[in-house]
């Protein structure tokens, strides 16, 4: 079963840079759909980017221009590089990852703290 591991989370002051990695078991994200969600307290999941198979990359409004997905097909991972950080980015980030319609593969996610 294919496993993701996200890692690179930690605590940062408002418009500090972090980014996140999304480390595969296999070649699964080189063919799916693999995306970052985030939980901040209180509030439900919610989308962050995905980056397709064949690259093309989408972002939630709330952080268009700021973050940026990206995948590294050799070393079957995924990352997301956060800039600007200010504190409503403050959440659990999750690598989850797709073959159909549904994102049914998904990591334990890592703590972005953003202190204003």
């Known amino acids: 079963q294919v496993q993701l591991v996200e890692s690179g989370g930690g605590l940062v002051q408002a418009g500090a840079s972090l980014t996140l990695s999304c480390a595969a078991s296999g070649r699964f994200v080189n063919v799916a759909d693999t995306a970052w969600f985030r939980q901040a307290p209180g509030k439900e999941r919610e989308f962050v980017a995905r980056?397709?198979?064949?690259?093309?990359?989408i972002y939630a409004d709330s952080v268009k221009g700021r973050f940026t997905i990206s995948r590294d097909v050799r070393k079957f991972m995924v990352f997301l590089r956060m800039t600007s950080l200010i504190y409503d980015d403050t959440a659990v980030y999750y690598c989850a990852a797709r073959r159909g319609s549904t994102y049914d593969t998904w990591g334990q996610g890592t703590q972005v703290t953003v202190s204003s």
């Open positions: 980056i397709t198979p064949g690259g093309e990359t």
